[in-house]
């Protein structure tokens, strides 16, 4: 089972900026897809973007579609995610996630998590 471990959370102003990355220890061979989900106090989880893994194909939820950009480095095992514009309402613990059986915004196909890393958006 691949590990991941995310790092780039911090505060930020709105209208800021941070790009979280997603390092994968181990092979991710077999896995169709890395998710980036989030789940604010009080709130679901909720799917943010992914990217398949086997051709880069990107998804975005509407809540972060032109904002947010997902991207990898192969060579790096790394998934980054760049966010753009943050908004209060994006504040919450993000996470990434590998997929074995779909490529999607649900979280039921990925059963490989990282730890989590905060973000908060706040003046």
């Known amino acids: 089972q691949v590990q991941l471990v995310e790092s780039g959370g911090g505060l930020v102003q709105p209208g800021g900026s941070l790009r979280l990355s997603c390092v994968a220890f181990g092979s991710t061979l077999g896995y169709y897809a890395i998710g980036w989900f989030r789940q604010a106090p009080g709130k679901e989880r909720e799917g943010v973007s992914c990217?398949?893994?086997?051709?880069?194909?990107?998804y975005y939820a509407d809540s972060v579609k032109g904002r947010f950009t997902i991207s990898r480095d192969n060579a790096k095992n790394t998934v980054y995610l760049q966010m753009n514009s943050l908004k209060p309402e994006d504040t919450a613990v993000y996470s990434c996630?590998?997929?074995?059986?779909?490529?999607?915004?649900?979280?039921?196909?990925?059963?490989?998590w990282g730890q989590g890393t905060q973000v908060t958006v706040s003046s």
């Open positions: 990217i398949a893994l086997s051709d880069g194909s990107t």
């Open positions: 996630a590998a997929s074995d059986y779909g490529v999607g915004l649900a979280d039921g196909p990925y059963d490989s």
